[in-house]
């Protein structure tokens, strides 16, 4: 994929589109909390990949990308810090887990 402001804010909206899907999911499953909600680690991942996206634009682009684009990518990059718990850390199939590791992926 082409590294472009066009495809970086097709994949932000996605991304917003996303937590707002998954918050209204919450609220209509009597208001559990979005920590505990089974999607939170997609979530994570899709965030994740839009803000490391946002990163290679801004530093490919240099001085063409505009200010917008460059605070755009920093907002995702700073909500992505705080659940980069969630992420999915490795490849590492569930069963070769510790279990200790398999708490901590399954937030328990």
Do not use: W
Not at 22 to 39: D, F, H, P, R, T
Not at 70 to 91: D, G, K
């Amino acid at each position: 994929m082409a590294l472009t402001v066009q495809n970086f804010i097709k994949m932000a909206n996605y991304y917003n589109q996303t937590a707002m899907m998954m918050s209204a999911i919450c609220v209509q499953k009597g208001g559990i909390a979005l920590e505990n909600y089974a999607g939170r680690f997609f979530a994570a991942d899709t965030l994740e990949f839009v803000a490391e996206y946002g990163r290679r634009l801004v530093d490919a682009g240099g001085e063409q990308i505009t200010p917008q684009v460059r605070e755009l990518a920093e907002r995702f990059r700073t909500q992505f810090e705080a659940v980069r718990h969630l992420a999915t850390p490795s490849q590492k199939p569930i069963y070769e887990m510790t279990l200790a590791e398999f708490e901590k992926f399954m937030n328990i």
